[in-house]
Every structure is written in structure tokens, then in C-alpha cells.
């Protein structure tokens, strides 16, 4: 659906926490002057509740298409495929380390599954349809793979105790498959980007691109894509971190490898299931980044409530463990992906204060598109106002308050900002 006027859209596909938080924030724009604070009180209750697995209302996540609460009261779904699913949902909540995450389960099977077959099936029997068919697949997964690796390499696992073993491994069987290298997720998202914060010395910063210009993001696409297996070891040996930075190098270099091996015993496979995912997940990262820190404020542009925004949308939320709370992933980076909504509804006082940017009906990858495109009227419509001030603005004064945010920092201005010594 389109966003029309600034008007909110309550798309079909929310999940329930997302409508909650939602309507919250539809609530509180309406009378601003006097937020219902026993209402944003009852919200809270019921996110907590959902995650709370001594509570009724306890609603862990189990598949990412559907709700739990839909299958259940579905006349449609017959009754031992129900009974089924309990005893799996039984057997699930033991696995994971919180409760809640029973759909990393269901996901890290679909994986073994769909992937690896597939990709030993083109390797021993190759067609170019059964490799753009697999290619899809992989498209698919990827983005929910890669969040789920973003909990996994934060929580340094996803998975009970007892399932270590599994835990630790099953990123070198599936990493090459969805397009990343071994470990570099972790060593450049929590040991770099965690730390630098999209600052200056941050590797996938934005801050000296014009966030709305074509070639700056092609420059910025493109570097990553050509010098980040260098620049990121570089990081650390300058910082004095020589075992990470020879893991980093190691690792990835590793990774090259095992493509290259891969390679010489069938291209055309190799091609399909490592090179193209490789290309494609780098690209999308990058792409996914610039939409998450495209909105710098230039007053305070080391804040994380100025430098990052949260989005409540269908494809980062539902599909995507709760990507689209950025912020409140930047303020606590170990903040379970479920605890998102209740802690942004918790933090909203601090968020408007702030002036932190809040968009819905639209996604990371649709935030650069628009942007590349110019066409700010359509953000300034997916804004979900916060805050007197924001809910005062016209789209006019939003439209030009977005472009301020996304304008290129000067080297003086990087230097004053951020407190850097002077050259």
C-alpha cells in the first residue's frame, strides 16, 4: 500500500508487537500535549507479556509467514497437524537458548534441508535451471539468515548449551552458501561497526557521502566491495589489535580459498552457489547499511539516536528478527531482538526528545532506493512523527529536515564533531 498525506498504514503483515507499538504511536500523535501514559503502560505490559514464557499470553515466534496465534484459531488447519505442531513447538523451546526464538529452529532446518542438497545436487548434476532456481532460494534466505547470524554473533550463539557443538559449527556448513565469508560478519559488525559507531574511522560510514547521490553510493558500494578484505585487517593492526586482524585476514582469505577449490571442481556450480550469493550479500549489506545510517543529524552525528533510525515495517520485523529497531540495537547491541518493540515504547520519551527518526511502510532497502531517487515527499509520508516538535512539522518542513540529515560532512566538520585532533 501506498503512503498517502503523512496518513499511517497498518499494513496486514505487521506482527503483533509492531501493531501495538504502532498504534502506540498513532495514540500519542493525536493528543501530544497529553500522552496517555497508562495506555503506553498496558502496551508495555502486553509486549512483555508475549515474551514471557510463564505468562498466558506467551507467543513465541515459530515461523516467520505466519503467526502462531493465526494456526491455532485457523479452522482450516486440520488437528493432528496442530498436534504436531505443539509437540515440535515442546521440543523446539529446549533447543534455543530463549524460548521465544523456536523459529531459529525452524529455519536452521529449512537450511540443512534445502540448501545444502541443492547445492551438492548442482555440484554432482548441473543445470542452468536448477541453479537459477537455487539462486532464488538462497535470495530468499539470505536476509533472514543474515539476522539470524547478527543474534548469533552478538549472544555468541542462539541454541541451549547442550547443543554447543551445533551452534558453533553450523556457520561454516551454511556462511559460503548465503554469501558470507567465514567470521567477517563478527569481526566487522561487533568488533568494528559496534565500536565506531558510523563515525570516522568506521569502515561503512556514510558520513562523507551525500546520502542522495548516485556516485557517492557507488563510490561507497564499490570500495567495500573491492578493499574491505584489506581495509578491515588494516583497522586492527592500527589499533594495536594484531590477533584480530590476522583472524580477520585468515578468515577470509580462507573463505577465498574453499571458493577457488570449489571452483576447480565445477565452475558453473561454484558460480551459482558461492560467487553470485557472495556479490549479492555484499551488495545488499551495503545497500542495507546506507539505509540505516543515511540520516545523520549534523548537530550531534555520534548519537545514536541522531544517527540511525528505527523502521516499523513487514520485511525488516517480521522476516527479518526485528531488524528494523536499529537505535535501540545501537543503544544495547546484546538487547534480544524480541525485547525491541517494549524497549522503543520504554525509550519513546527519551527517542522525541531526541528527535530520533521513525519511518513505516517501507524498509532499509526501499529508504536508499527513494533516496537515490530524490524523492524525499515519499519518506517524509512514511515518517511516523514523535514528539511535539515532529508532530507539528508540515511535510514540507519534514521533507526539508530529511535533507539536512542526509547532506556529506565536510573533513572540518568531521574533525569538529567528533573531537578528532586537528592535522
Request: with cysteine; proline share 4%.
Amino acid at each position: 500500500m501506498d503512503t498517502k498525506d503523512g496518513e499511517i498504514v497498518f499494513d496486514a503483515g505487521l506482527t503483533r508487537p509492531d501493531r501495538l507499538v504502532l498504534e502506540q504511536l498513532v495514540r500519542d500523535a493525536s493528543s501530544p500535549a497529553a500522552t496517555d501514559v497508562s495506555s503506553t503502560k498496558t502496551t508495555l505490559e502486553t509486549l512483555r507479556a508475549l515474551n514471557n514464557p510463564k505468562d498466558a499470553q506467551f507467543d513465541p515466534t515459530v515461523f516467520t509467514t505466519w503467526d502462531l496465534d493465526d494456526i491455532r484459531s485457523s479452522t482450516r488447519v486440520p488437528g493432528f497437524f496442530l498436534r504436531l505442531l505443539e509437540e515440535y513447538i515442546s521440543w523446539a523451546r529446549g533447543v534455543v537458548r530463549v524460548e521465544t526464538d523456536v523459529v531459529m529452529v525452524t529455519h536452521l532446518l529449512l537450511y540443512f534441508c534445502t540448501s545444502i542438497p541443492s547445492a551438492i545436487i548442482l555440484f554432482t548434476r548441473f543445470s542452468y535451471l536448477h541453479a537459477v532456481v537455487h539462486l532464488a532460494m538462497q535470495g530468499y534466505y539470505m536476509g533472514p539468515y543474515t539476522l539470524l547470524k547478527h543474534q548469533h554473533i552478538h549472544m555468541r550463539g542462539v541454541l541451549a548449551k547442550r547443543f554447543s557443538l551445533v551452534d558453533n559449527l553450523f556457520p561454516y556448513a551454511m556462511d559460503l552458501l548465503m554469501g558470507h565469508t567465514w567470521n567477517s560478519y563478527y569481526y566487522h559488525h561487533v568488533k568494528h561497526h559496534h565500536v565506531e559507531g558510523n563515525g570516522p574511522f568506521d569502515l561503512s560510514s556514510t558520513i562523507r557521502y551525500q546520502r542522495d547521490s548516485v556516485a557517492d553510493f557507488a563510490m561507497y558500494v564499490g570500495r567495500f566491495l573491492a578493499f574491505v578484505w584489506l581495509d578491515l585487517p588494516r583497522y586492527f593492526f592500527s589499533k594495536n589489535q594484531y590477533a584480530l586482524g590476522l583472524k580477520t585476514f585468515g578468515w577470509e582469505v580462507s573463505s577465498y580459498m574453499a571458493i577457488y577449490l570449489a571452483f576447480q571442481i565445477n565452475a558453473r556450480a561454484a558460480t551459482f552457489v558461492f560467487l553470485l550469493p557472495l556479490c549479492c550479500m555484499r551488495v545488499a549489506l551495503m545497500v542495507g547499511n546506507w539505509g540505516q545510517h543515511a540520516f545523520v543529524d549534523e548537530d550531534e552525528p555520534d548519537s545514536d539516536f541522531r544517527s540511525s533510525i528505527t523502521l516499523i515495517d513487514v520485511a525488516s520485523n517480521r522476516f527479518c528478527y526485528n531488524d528494523g529497531y536499529h537505535t535501540s540495537h545501537h543503544l544495547n547491541p546484546l538487547r534480544h531482538w524480541r525485547d525491541h518493540p517494549s524497549a522503543f515504547l520504554q525509550g519513546k520519551p527519551e527517542y522525541a526528545k531526541q528527535d530520533a527518526l521513525v519511518f513505516h511502510n517501507i524498509d532499509y532497502i526501499f529508504i536508499t532506493i527513494y533516496l537515490l531517487k530524490k524523492n524525499y515527499e515519499h519518506l517524509a509520508r512514511c515518517m511516523v512523527p514523535i514528539g511535539e516538535k515532529q508532530i507539528a512539522m508540515t511535510m514540507d518542513e519534514r521533507v526539508a529536515m530529511l535533507k539536512r540529515h542526509t547532506r556529506k560532512f565536510t573533513e572540518d566538520e568531521i574533525r569538529k564533531k567528533f573531537k578528532l585532533p586537528s592535522k
